[in-house]
């Protein structure tokens, strides 16, 4: 137990000053402060002292230096218990200071703000932090408080102990302060990096908020959490039962395809973080049934995504298959009575986020592997064709549509498509050839499309049986990146066939 | 361009100190120091202003607090083209610090070489990152070095400049002086974390070192780096050519199942980041031929990973196949001989990397998914059998072996064992059925075994046809994990067909 005796303020947010103060003021604990803080203080009715006065030294360079003097931080760091250290501070009158109450200037809003430069650098604190970092690292005998959340579980501690702080409490306290001084220089040394275009530095920091934790991860028995730049996504959950972490992963898949897809139509159907079904079709109601036609058997309990609102007439098409999540540009007013019907489905109002990944990475151990996104969505001008058979209209359209489908498919990938929606996805096979098969068995066994059948594949077709697959299928034309040593073999096979072939030139591997 | 005349220095790292002292005293700047380094500098012969002299006040509390005064913090955070400023430090007489070469004390350093918590808090530096905190904030006037690398960066930018720096070289350093405290903080509050056991702390900070940019990602238009704690791997690449993004991948995927497997026998192949091939055999040419028959077009172009010791006679059979990667616990002499007539084949010793992997991320936009490990390795004691028909002693081997391979295919995996080694694996598929025909495709193509065959799965059957088509294809024995409302009649399946079915109740996703 520390009886606090001292405490100095300096706050940018002055939330909840009132019953700390109050509480200081029971405790007998003579305040130290400054600037905005100590005039609030006396405000609101308190004894303050002015740190000028305690340092006997000017606050100088329009605040720049206040806090920056041997008698705060002597104060602060000195041990209690250690001889030297009391007698040095007896010697020069430095008064020990026993409680640190300190939040930064908030140079995250200023980003936010997006205040300019000059105004921005500004606000970084430098007294601040290190007035918390000294506390911090001297929990054994001082207390420290990070945010205005913390002030009613110092208020209970100085009670529950009569004016004293327990060691568990300081280092609590203490740790917390330091994930507060590393989150704010990383939020500093990010915003630097990304001013100098600098993706990947000599030191990388990520630092992320909690969204939530999450009632487990993949499995039952691994614990699990959602970090992100704020508290919350801009995913509005309007119905249904909490979201697990297998249905972010599958919500995460759905809208990196979704978001991608032409404005106000498209239908993804999402299992197991791969899509099963994805349609463009103009009308919203066959959009989804042949999104669903693709697979419906895997669409049971997967999830829907459509970027567009869902009408009365859509939900109770919904309403007939099972599924776990469905994620929507809001949902009238009628659908949302028809789907609330179905307890546990979870409805997400996906309306407000925007899609705007840079930079992609996962973990392995202590390592992680880092990428700029795949953003590479191609169009017309991308493309080369040569063989030739030249495709029509409605076949560019579908091959398009296609190949930007299958960069979203776990590689390798094939992804059939007649009639702006895919009939057939071959994903996650190590043989190029068992994802031809794959697509088509597919495509064999649910669909009925009288339209030409198209076909992309995520990277060139090492040898000719695959694309011989698909051609024998009843595929009409192809589209794949080109660059394998038989790119040559595989047009001559395309125009003896009479097969329309198409080079992307982009790879899109994902895995 | 700013002058530089004054030059505070600060050191706990004193490599290369000579030649930037050199520089300075040719640029005739005034040095200003402390403690170990002063002592230091007067020891090669420089002139040094001590810090108490300069600031006429002690070093106290054992050095803790000797830089943390307003003579220090205002030389360094004055604006040079501020009026009021210059007129502040005017009437107090005091003297601008254009230079700041500090680093810190080694908090990394103390963790890594497990000191007791007091010295490791006694490593927590306060003066220095302040110091570095406010010449990088006013680098518009002050120029901050962080580290011994960038002396020769500095004696450059002197040299050519006439003993000034540009704004570009100090905005420069100021960024990678933020990068630092970010880091050095990082540091402090994971280490906090792990001692008090908090994995999903409110503000996560995640600092890795940069071990080294790639040539390009998952695509050749994507950019990409590695990031570990450290500046290496404990891989060691004794031959071929440089690792890509896919490689690393691959090799993460390969050692996550190497270096579960028992000890000193275990071959993995893999493709596109998913096992094409295991095998657990005592006889290292046998385990590999039996992992390489599971699949061998999919094996080709993929990566082999042992958990021993290569042989002369391994190589021989390696060299037959082309493999973009071989890792294993070394390589005999003659065995590399043999190996290293493939000029691009790279060979990796991975004998000094043990897998302690705790927490596993990825990244959607501005989040991550973070999860603690799916380390779930069952053995006969987690097991249930629950059909009539009990396994024999080699049954529950080879469905011990499956049901940990499973953990590392994606989801939904089936995975089919015999004799030791996988025979069909089926992967990444949204439907069960669909993963239980593509790993019976794989063995009936490939495999002429005489042996019993078992199965696993990675989740419950939801249905009867998945465990009816394994059954039919001369399965004797399946694991499951169980939970599905099903489970009664696939027990009854079992038992009318005389199969044996062993619950593992753990589930194993992975997406």
Known sequence: MKKIRSALISLSDKTNLKPLLQALKKNRVKIISSGGTFKIIKKLGFKCLEVSKFTNSDEILEGRVKTLHPKIHAGILNKRDNKTHSKEMKIRGFQNIDLVIVNFYPFEKAINEKKNHGKIIENIDIGGPTMVRAAAKNYNDVTVITSHEQYFELIDELKINKGSTSLKFREKMSRIAFTETAYYDSVITNYFNEISKISFPEKK?????????LRYGENPHQESALYSDSKSLLLNQIHGKTLSYNNYNDIFSALRISKTLPKNKGTVIIKHANPCGV?????????????????????????????????????????????????????????LKILKSKKNLRLIDASKFSLNENIKFNSFENSILMQSTDNQHISKKNIK???????????????????????????????????????????????????????????????????????????????????????????????????????????????????????????????
């Open 205 to 213: 920091i990520i630092h992320k908020k909690l969204v939530e934790k």
């Open 385 to 511: 064709i040569v063989s030739k058979k030249k495709p029509n209209k409605t076949q560019i359209e579908n091959l398009l549509f296609a190949f930007n489908i299958c960069r979203f498919v776990k590689s390798n990938a094939i992804v059939l498509v007649s009639n702006k929606s895919t009939v057939g996805i071959g994903s996650g096979q190590p043989s190029r050839l068992d994802s031809c098969q794959i697509a088509i068995n597919k495509m064999d066994k649910f669909n009925n499309t009288q339209d030409e059948i198209v076909a992309a594949s995520d990277a060139f077709f090492p040898f000719q049986d695959g694309i011989e697959k698909l051609i024998q299928s009843g595929v009409s034309a192809v589209i794949q990146p080109s660059g394998s040593i038989r790119d040559k073999d595989i047009i001559s096979f395309a125009n003896a066939t009479g097969t329309v072939l198409v080079f992307s030139k982009t790879r899109h591997f994902n895995h």
């Open 279 to 335: 349609s463009i079709l103009d009308n919203k109601i066959k959009s989804y049934k042949s999104a669903l036609a693709c697979d419906p058997l895997s669409a049971f309990g997967g999830i829907v995504s459509f970027n567009f609102k869902v009408t009365e007439l859509l939900a109770s098409e919904l309403k007939k298959n099972f599924y776990e999540v469905i994620i929507a540009n809001g949902f009238d007013r009628a659908a």
